[in-house]
């Protein structure tokens, strides 16, 4: 209990779109939902902390890889942080606490969410010591599904571990995707002041937001084919977010607002 009442907690600090939909899941899924999301979380952080050269990132990242493979139902909280000493100084606590968020996860589900986040570990390893180089949306799509599309994969295994709901795969990479192609958007000036560009060569930012807009389609898809269910309340609120967001700044704003959120999770949650 300790170690979900901390895992909610992180939650509402660092996610206003996954806290909701999280907190709403009943007990073992909110546990596997959440283990998988501050694993994630805190891998994401090492990929984007600004004060770290991109080979200590690749190295942080492959460590922290190779400790979420070698986890076993025994393994110790402090196992997931072997060869992560040196930089104990400069992470997060969301990514120093791996452990506590990957030991979270119900015993029968977890080296399904130790493997995606060591995974992406590694698929953001490469990405950092690439310099995150997109040039064609080939990269675009690679870099989208190592980051998101796959995140996408492993909610329709935890839904399918939790009732044996069933879902179109195709159509899960394309709800990760999309969630992450307006990120990509809605932060683009932000990652130009840190010299990183994810928009193909030869693309404007409105191709970006047709980008995010033909994966949304494959996410209303996925979202419109769940039953009534802890699946469906967790997936309509991000991609409502998601929508409302694209709308937002199509007509010149950076992001919703507070109010905007809450009026959006209302609307969908009635």
């Known amino acids: 209990m300790n170690l979900r009442n901390n895992a909610l907690k992180t939650l509402r600090e660092t996610s206003r779109t996954f806290y909701i939909p999280i907190s709403r899941l009943p007990g073992d899924l909110q546990d596997a939902v959440a283990s998988a999301y501050l694993c994630m979380r805190a891998i994401d952080e090492v990929e984007d902390h600004p004060d770290l050269d991109n080979f200590t990132k690749g190295k942080i990242l492959r460590q922290m890889s190779l400790n979420l493979q070698a986890a076993v139902e025994m393994s110790r909280i402090e196992d997931f942080s072997v060869g992560l000493v040196p930089y104990s100084h400069c992470l997060p606590d969301v990514s120093l606490r791996l452990g506590q968020w990957a030991m979270l996860a119900p015993p029968t589900i977890a080296p399904r969410v130790w493997d995606a986040t060591a995974s992406m570990a590694d698929r953001m390893a490469y990405w950092a010591e690439n310099n995150w180089t997109i040039r ?69 930012i409105e191709d970006v937001h047709q980008y995010a807009r033909d994966n949304l389609k494959l996410a209303d898809l996925y979202t419109q084919s769940l039953g009534p269910g802890p699946a469906l309340d967790f997936c309509k609120i991000p991609l409502a977010l998601a929508h409302g967001t694209l709308e937002v ?21 009635r």
Do not use: C
């Open 136 to 204: 064609t949306k080939a990269h675009l799509d690679q870099y989208t599904f190592s980051v998101a599309g796959a995140v996408g994969l492993l909610l329709s295994d935890l839904w399918a571990w939790y009732d044996g709901t069933q879902t179109n795969r195709q159509y899960a990479i394309g709800f990760g995707r999309g969630l992450q192609a307006v990120n990509i958007v809605r932060n683009h000036r932000e990652d130009l002041r840190r010299g990183v560009n994810f928009i193909p060569q030869g693309w404007k």
């Open 249 to 269: 700044m199509a007509l010149g704003k950076e992001k919703l607002s507070r109010s905007d959120v809450m009026a959006l999770v209302q609307q969908v949650t």
